[in-house]
């Protein structure tokens, strides 16, 4: 019956396809414990491989090691690879200023995402369920984000699935008890994330017995309705933002002041979020306030005056111009190096070696988990290959897709900042983009059973 | 301060214009004690005409005797002409098994509607605060409304404006104690809406101790992003409405299926919720399944399968078509009587008598106060005078406008059900309408300083 609804849920939203690489994020608590055995079922329907990640968070010394042998124990059991890391949470957020959730939350899909290149991609799947989601759009709602935060968490953002979003923490426990489940008790929640718990302990016991006793299942269809109306108009804006643009290029994007005008505000406003996030890559720290005055800048109109932004974004207006331009951005910064057969070059933007090697397939032992070393089919390079940065109009067929996609598009998805786009080192042939390091690979240079020789790049970060 | 803040709103969201008859409620309490007060300052400001009507609730006796009697005196002082009414709020709650509070507000409203009628029509002031608008969205966010609900009371809504909304509770004590204005405790609040005082009471101080200091502020801002959202996809969805109906007439819409099947959900949910309104002329009683249901329906589009919706709706698909109908809808139940000086003629649909008589005018006395005569200019009028219901097509020019306006967009704004619109009497004469009964005066037949005989129409409601 979970089971069951699980799947609808992957088949309804499209989470999971046949041959992806799913690696699912195990704490041992009832609810990740939950994913797994419910994946494990589903892989009867769905063909796709399943790794586990486990963090330690660096809290609780001892028992927080034991969860991490009852992890890798499971693993080993159930005969699935594992991969495990200890982060230092709390140094973390004392030196980048976050609360504890916050960088532990960032620290843990860095390293998810540092997996995932190791396994040549995939989806990353959490075990956030119907509560969960339901607490998530209380502290939203206390917060006071709009329509776009109250559609709570999705089912799908970019390569994070979330399998459990339509099951109650109750339908879990009883999982858990009738596959007869192992699992740990996970502290972790109880301990640091304060508010969420005082909503979960305090808050909806309150709302249940004095508003509405199903506020879950009300909340996640508040959920549902708003992610409906949000996704509509995001998609409206990003048409109207390309009916906008005039200039869009790597530090400035320039809008049509008139047809800008013409729109409704609540179009505006997404509008102005759209272009902040294509040229820096990112939302954070844009709050409501930046938003707003930069509406009011545009509105008043007066050219001459601007509004900066964090990620030293500055914003104005020029007759008829709306102008998104990020200030001191060195765009003489191109590099490019050479990479010779058995040599060693070092890259200095990216303080990092690249080696190159060629090897006939038969001679040859390929090790696809070593993240620090990828492998190509070496007779279709045309020509010398290159490490440089990014060129206006670089394009790849990223690794298991049929079209090519626009590197820019790349950055935008993977929420690459504008500093880092500049210094990623880029892979190339003659032709074509064959990696872009710490991102993707190329499908065009894949290898394959008819691949003769290999070519073997190692890479280190120094 | 405080005025100069309501006079803003006031101006900002055009709330009062010059010439305006304002009907303020009054209940005698702190709230519209305030309101009261600065609309007076503002009317130095403003040109308009203030009113005040009381509802005595019928509830707690001599104490609600004694409210309307301050409310009454203070009317008095002040010269403002004043209208009560006692109402039996727990009997109609009974009656229509409401709940008290909507109940109140029913009745309140239609009290409030009757009198404007009486003075040549006007706006309802009401006393809704920030914080009764604090109140209000976590009342709707429990109850799980979206979007639409979620943008909270509006400044303006039809013919009630809201001048204290971005006023809060503490600025309020604050300046009846400035002005030292003499207030009721209002009573009612405490004892008869249990949710809001709750929220009130009990979990804004929760949140204000645990979440958020600044709740009230953060929910009015939620309220103004959610209100341009939803005006947005409101209108957005009216466009589309209007290019995919194809019949639009009194019992039914029909709606063409290709055209609606290519709309984001967000859209089509709208379009169906703005079909039934168009309709019936009320979403009462239509909740998120109802518009589920008929969006799955027409989303399967089985031929000859139907959903039935509250107010004798049937919505069915029909190969191409997509459609609402009222069931059982008399459409032969048109009327028409004529007039004659000097005769009282009797409005069986109606159940009233409309008595027709002409003077000069140095031989009357205009008494606008009396609602249930009405004056025009008689040199005016062409060919003969009826009394007839609606037909296909009508039009009028409201007084105080300058253009027409369609009959069935007035029943529309006005909140009029399907089958009132099929019987409210229409004053006539050969080419225009004169007087929607009820609901409102032509412009063309006005009278000016240069009206020379006066139509004269008693209408007595038997």
Chains 1, 2 share one sequence.
Request: aromatic share 10%.
């Amino acid at each position: 019956m979970v089971e069951d609804k699980i799947l609808n849920t992957i088949k309804k939203h499209n989470l999971i396809e046949n041959g992806d690489n799913v690696l699912v994020g195990v704490s041992g608590g009832p609810d990740s414990m939950a994913l797994l055995y419910a994946l494990l079922s589903i892989q009867t329907e769905i063909s796709f491989s399943l790794y586990i990640a486990h963090v330690n968070h660096g809290v609780r010394g001892r028992e927080a090691d034991e969860d991490e042998k009852f992890v890798e124990k499971i693993s080993g059991k159930l005969g699935i690879p594992f991969y495990s890391k200890k982060i230092d949470m709390e140094g973390y957020a004392r030196e980048h200023k976050l609360s504890s959730e916050d960088a532990g939350r960032r620290l843990r899909y860095k390293f998810f995402r540092e997996v995932l290149l190791s396994i040549n991609g995939g989806k990353i799947a959490v075990a956030h369920n119907k509560n969960d989601q339901a607490e998530t759009l209380i502290m939203r709602f206390f917060r006071g984000t709009g329509l776009d935060g109250l559609k709570g968490m999705e089912y799908r953002n970019g390569d994070i699935i979330r399998p459990l979003l339509d099951i109650s923490r109750n339908e879990i426990e009883d999982y858990i008890l009738e596959k007869n489940i192992n699992t740990r008790l996970d502290r972790t929640n109880l301990e640091n994330i304060y508010n969420r718990n005082k909503i979960r302990l305090e808050l909806i016991p309150y709302i249940v017995d004095n508003f509405n006793p199903n506020i879950v299942d009300t909340l996640w269809r508040t959920s549902r309705t708003m992610s409906n109306d949000s996704e509509f108009l995001e998609e409206f804006s990003k048409e109207r933002y390309r009916e906008l643009v005039k200039v869009e290029d790597k530090n400035s994007i320039i809008l049509c002041r008139q047809k800008f005008s013409r729109e409704h505000i609540a179009i505006k406003q997404r509008i102005i979020r759209h272009s902040i996030y294509n040229l820096t890559g990112t939302l954070d720290g844009i709050s409501e306030i930046h938003v707003r005055n930069v509406l009011e800048l545009f509105e008043r109109g007066d050219t001459g005056k601007s509004v900066d932004l964090p990620n030293r974004l500055e914003v104005k207006t020029s007759y008829d111009d709306l102008i998104f331009r990020i200030k001191n951005l060195n765009v003489n910064n191109n590099y490019k190096y050479s990479l010779k057969r058995g040599q060693a070059t070092y890259v200095k933007e990216w303080n990092s070696i690249f080696k190159m090697e060629v090897y006939p397939m038969e001679k040859i032992q390929l090790n696809f988990k070593d993240r620090f070393i990828k492998y190509f089919d070496y007779d279709k390079i045309k020509g010398e290959i290159y490490i440089r940065n990014r060129r206006l109009g670089d394009t790849i067929q990223p690794f298991g897709m049929s079209g090519n996609k626009k590197l820019k598009d790349l950055f935008i998805d993977k929420k690459i900042p504008i500093d880092e786009r500049e210094k990623i080192p880029i892979l190339v042939d003659k032709n074509d983009i064959i990696w872009v390091v710490g991102l993707r690979t190329s499908e065009k240079y894949k290898i394959t059973p008819y691949t003769k020789n290999v070519l073997v790049i190692k890479y280190k970060n120094l």
